[in-house]
């Protein structure tokens, strides 16, 4: 069982930087890949940002290639989002999530793909 509790959320301006954490609570933290996805008002959540247990691989949705990265601290048992660049696009609530499962190509990309989730953190671009 893992808790998430994402943090950082806010209102800022299209083109300026926020960054969002999670805390996970328990001591089995860097067993579980971690992710981030989205939800913006009337449309589907989406995925973000992903990142292995160790750290080392990363994987980001399109649209945020370039601008967004994921890290994690393992010894603090928190993963973050640094966005940059923002774009009013980009509003919506940020959510994290943890797999624990062996990687699949074909759902880490989904909802499903992860089995605890946050509460979420809303972020909102103004034009």
């Known amino acids: 069982q893992v808790l998430l509790v994402e943090s950082g959320g806010g209102l800022v301006q299209a083109g300026g930087s926020l960054s969002l954490s999670c805390a996970a609570s328990?001591?089995?933290?860097?067993?579980?890949?971690m992710g981030w996805f989205r939800q913006a008002p009337g449309k589907e959540r989406e995925f973000v940002a992903r990142?292995?247990?160790?750290?080392?691989?990363?994987r980001y949705a399109d649209s945020v290639k370039g601008r967004f990265i994921i890290s994690r601290d393992n010894a603090k048992n928190t993963v973050y989002l640094r966005m940059s660049s923002l774009k009013p696009e980009d509003t919506a609530i940020y959510y994290c999530a943890a797999d624990g499962t062996t990687f699949s190509e074909t759902s880490y990309r989904t909802e499903a793909g992860y089995a605890y989730w946050g509460q979420g953190t809303q972020v909102t671009v103004s034009s």
């Open positions: 990142i292995s247990r160790s750290g080392v691989t990363t």
């Open positions: 328990g001591r089995t933290f860097s067993s579980y890949a």
